[in-house]
């Protein structure tokens, strides 16, 4: 089941990794481009709460220690996705009106530490590099299931020979 949970996971990684990087070039492009990015954004974000409601359907199906770890891991996830939308709402906003709030968060600097900042400023970085090693991990394993699928192709291709080999030796024999 924990495998199970782990291929939930990793399409979760992968899904909010892709949303992340959509909700950014949202606030680059315009008009149908934009609608576009938009609709598709939204249409993840509701596979990716399918996705949460999947694992927390197999969190219910273990047991012990193992419920509790696996738990506050789809919470842990639950509010990364809870952000990603509110991130997405701002997105969505005209840039006029992230201007404005921009100008009240100003009053909030006040407040906020230098170290604060520093930290925040880590953190997204860190989540940037994550989501780019992501979306590389998904492109390899892309790769790799296609790699497989020539070697499956090729080694049932082979074994017709064999046969049809075989099937020559036997008829020859008797």
């Known amino acids: 089941m924990a495998t199970l949970i782990d291929n939930y996971e990793q399409q979760y990684a992968v899904l909010t ?3 992340t990087a959509k909700i950014g070039r949202i ?3 315009s008009g149908g481009e934009k609608r576009a990015f938009v609709q598709d954004v939204d249409r993840q974000l509701e596979e990716a709460q399918e996705l949460l409601e999947q694992m927390e ?6 047991s012990g220690t193992q419920r ?11 509010a990364e996705l809870k952000r990603l939308t509110q991130e997405f709402k701002l997105s ?5 009106e992230i201007v404005d709030l921009n100008v009240l968060d ?20 860190r989540i940037d590099r994550t989501g780019r090693t992501l979306q590389n991990g998904y492109r390899m394993i892309l790769e790799t299931e296609d790699i497989g699928a020539q070697v499956l ?13 075989r099937s020559r030796a036997s008829f020859l024999i008797f």
């Open 17 to 19: 990794a892709d949303i």
């Open 68 to 78: 509790d770890r696996l738990r506050s891991r789809v919470e842990s996830h639950r």
């Open 92 to 96: 969505r906003k005209p840039k006029e």
């Open 153 to 165: 192709k090729d080694l049932s291709e082979q074994r017709e020979t064999i046969q049809r080999g």
């Open 106 to 125: 100003d009053w909030d600097n006040e407040v906020v530490t230098e170290d604060q900042k520093s930290r925040l400023l880590d953190t997204s970085e």
């Open 27 to 29: 606030n680059v492009v």
């Open 57 to 62: 359907l197999e969190v219910r199906g273990t």
